[in-house]
């Protein structure tokens, strides 16, 4: 199994320390540890075959059909299967907008490290808004 995320420098700019929170993985609810603020990145744009949508930075990192790392960047539309929550589902577009934000990486207390963002299969890098407004009442980005 390649593990690109042994490769990756990651540039946080502030943390947040978690207790008594989980999240969904592909090996049942793990204690999240940590929240942290990353410097912008350009964002990117992915949708499956099935609609799941995800919004995060080039080097987000998620799992093909033979649970690989691999960075949205590197995806080929049509022809990359990631990993959902149903099963490997076909990536049929991917776009880089223009305009930067700031990130948010998940430090996930087990030994993969993998969680599901919107259903796709996911490890670390990634805007999670949903996870903000439960905890602190607002989304952390527009």
């Avoid at 946080?12 to 008594?20: A, G, Q």
């Avoid at 942290?36 to 799992?63: M, N, R």
């Avoid at 649970?67 to 990993?83: A, G």
Wanted: glycine share 4%; aromatic share 10%; hydrophobic share 35%.
């Amino acid at each position: 199994m390649h593990k690109i995320s042994n490769t990756v420098e990651r540039k946080f700019i502030n943390s947040v320390d978690l207790s008594n929170l989980e999240i969904e993985t592909d090996t049942g609810w793990e204690p999240v540890t940590a929240i942290h603020k990353t410097v912008p990145y350009k964002k990117w744009i992915l949708e499956t075959e099935s609609g799941l949508q995800l919004e995060c930075a080039d080097t987000h990192i998620l799992f093909d059909e033979q649970f690989n790392e691999i960075f949205v960047k590197d995806i080929i539309v049509n022809q990359t299967r990631v990993i959902t929550d149903t099963g490997p589902q076909l990536i049929v577009f991917l776009t880089e907008l223009s305009q930067e934000e700031h990130m948010y990486d998940i430090t996930v207390d087990s030994n993969n490290h993998r969680y599901y963002t919107n259903g796709i299969l996911s490890h670390n890098t990634t805007i999670i808004n949903a996870l903000s407004y439960a905890l602190y009442g607002i989304a952390l980005t527009n």
